[in-house]
C-alpha cells in the first residue's frame, strides 16, 4: 500500500534552531514529491517539487531534499513566523492520475 | 490577485440536506480538484478535473457529485449530507494535472 509518514508530529524550536522535518514515503514508483506549507485556518502554499533523488530546492530559510526513500525540509535560523504546519505529498507512477498522497503534517512552533 | 476563491467559508447542514460548494480560479489553469481535510488524517482527494469538460474520481468520491462549469468554475455538491462529510473542503487548481497545485481558503462544513 502507498503510504507517506512525515515525523515528528510536532517540533518545538526556539528561534535560531536549525532543524530538519522528515517525509518517508513507500510507493510503487515516484514521479514527484511537493512540500507544502498551510496556516491556521487557510490553505496549503506551495513550496517545492522535488523529482528525482539527490534533487535539492532552497527558498530563503527552508531546503528541501530527496533521497529514494525520503525527503527532508531542512530549516535553518527559524524565525516565528515560519510556524505553521508543514504537509508533504507523494506522486507515483502506480497511483491515479491526479492523486497526490498526503502525509498527515509537522507543526511547527518557533518561539522567540 | 484572488487566486482559488470559494464560496462560502462556513456552512452548517442538517443531515439528509443538500448544498453546492463553489470554486472559482484566476490564474487560467486547466486543471481543477476538490479535497476534504479531517482532524489526524491527510488531505484526500474527493474528485478532480484535468481539462475542462472532463471529470474523474479521486479516493473518496462516495457521496459526493461535481460539475466543471468551464475552465475557471469547479463546483462540490452534496446530495444528502451525512455526518460523516463533516470537515474541511479545499479546491485547488494547477496548470495541468500532477503538477503543483494552488489551494482555496477552505470551507469548513459541519453536518448535525
Not at chain 1, 77 to 85: F, G, I, L, R, W
Not at chain 2, 33 to 47: F, H, K, N, T
Not at chain 2, 49 to 61: C, F, I, N, Q, R
Not at chain 2, 68 to 84: D, G, I, M, T, Y
Request: proline share 4%; glycine share 8%; with cysteine.
Amino acid at each position: 500500500e502507498d503510504q507517506v509518514t512525515q515525523s515528528p508530529e510536532a517540533l518545538r524550536l526556539q528561534e535560531g534552531e536549525s532543524s530538519s522535518l522528515n517525509c518517508s514515503y513507500t510507493v510503487s514508483g515516484l514521479r514527484g514529491l511537493f512540500w507544502y506549507r498551510q496556516d491556521p485556518g487557510k490553505g496549503p502554499e506551495f513550496l517545492f517539487t522535488l523529482y528525482s533523488a539527490g534533487e535539492e530546492k532552497e527558498k530563503e530559510r527552508l531546503k528541501a531534499t530527496l533521497t529514494k526513500k525520503e525527503s527532508f525540509l531542512h530549516i535553518t535560523a527559524p524565525k516565528p513566523e515560519d510556524s505553521a504546519t508543514y504537509l508533504c505529498a507523494v506522486l507515483n507512477y502506480g497511483g491515479s492520475q491526479g492523486n497526490l498522497i498526503f502525509g498527515k503534517g509537522t507543526k511547527l512552533s518557533v518561539k522567540p | 490577485n484572488a487566486g482559488v476563491t470559494q464560496t462560502p467559508k462556513f456552512q452548517v447542514l442538517k443531515t439528509g440536506q443538500s448544498m453546492t460548494l463553489q470554486c472559482a480560479q484566476d490564474m487560467n489553469h486547466n486543471s481543477m480538484y476538490w479535497y476534504r481535510q479531517d482532524p489526524g488524517m491527510g488531505l484526500r482527494l474527493i474528485y478532480y478535473s484535468a481539462s475542462e469538460g472532463t471529470t474523474d474520481k479521486g479516493e473518496v468520491p462516495n457521496g459526493y457529485n461535481v460539475s466543471r462549469l468551464n475552465k475557471r468554475e469547479f463546483s462540490l455538491r452534496l446530495e444528502s449530507a451525512a455526518p460523516s462529510q463533516t470537515s474541511v473542503y479545499f479546491c485547488a487548481s494547477s496548470v495541468r494535472v500532477n503538477t503543483e497545485a494552488f489551494f482555496g481558503q477552505g470551507t469548513r462544513l459541519t453536518v448535525v
